[in-house]
């Protein structure tokens, strides 16, 4: 399969300040990236789907304006959090879209302190 | 839009059984895939299955093999043979398919799978 680099694995940052979370296709061109977003214990709840080149596509209830999404290269799409509060603290997950196959990255744990 | 139902919030399993892993799904669309994804401690999610619809043969790999009732909406998984490196939290999945989708995944709540001895 192929794979999906995700960094940091773990962040912890102040309230109020930014964090950047970087998602690459290591090895294939994914012209589509999906962000999704996991609580404890509960199920992966999609965030934005992040096209290369074009504005992302949010769901709803997802304040854009807080999670900005950049995918500037075919390898890279980023998840910026900004001003982070603690109740921003969770798990985020991407995948990359490769046709009706998705991979996906390691996953990041933000803490918000 | 699409709905994923796991019905078993946890589930107990002892070495070397066989268990299956309930999923349901609702969908007005024809052409879609179904998964089934395995998320160990470590968090990452691992592939193990997967059905295009349109294909009535079900699915195996390996020890995973899957029960694919497309006009009830159900696929359930059945793990043969369980092993302790199955402990993990299983989701179900569903895709929509077509030219052009992007591959964007619905996922069920999750069903945690532990392994005893």
């Known amino acids: 399969g192929a794979v999906v680099s995700q960094h940091p694995s773990r962040v912890i940052c102040k309230s109020g300040t930014s964090v950047k979370i970087e998602c690459r296709s290591l090895d294939f061109q994914a012209t589509t990236m999906f962000w999704y977003r996991q609580f404890p214990k509960q199920s992966l709840m999609l965030m934005a789907t992040s096209n290369e080149g074009s504005k992302a596509t949010y769901e709803q209830g997802v304040e854009k304006d807080k999670f900005l999404i950049n995918h500037a290269s075919l390898t890279l799409s980023t998840l910026t959090v900004t001003s982070a509060h603690p109740e921003d603290s969770s798990f985020y997950i991407c995948s990359a879209s490769r046709g009706t196959e998705a991979f996906f990255g390691q996953g990041t744990r933000l803490t918000v302190v | ?117």
Do not use: H
């Open chain 2, 1 to 117: 839009a699409q709905t994923v139902t796991q019905s078993q919030p946890e589930m107990s399993v002892q070495e070397a059984e066989t268990v299956t892993l309930s999923c349901t799904y609702d969908t007005s669309e024809s052409n879609y895939y179904l998964f089934w994804y395995k998320q160990p401690p470590s968090r990452q999610m691992i592939l193990v299955i997967r059905q295009e619809a349109y294909k009535q043969q079900n699915a195996t790999e390996n020890r995973f093999s899957v029960n694919f009732q497309k006009a009830a909406k159900s696929f359930s998984l059945k793990i043969s043979d369980s092993q302790l490196g199955d402990t993990a939290m299983y989701f179900c999945a569903f895709m929509k398919g077509g030219a052009g989708t992007a591959s964007k995944l619905t996922f069920g709540t999750g069903t945690r799978l532990q392994v005893t001895l």
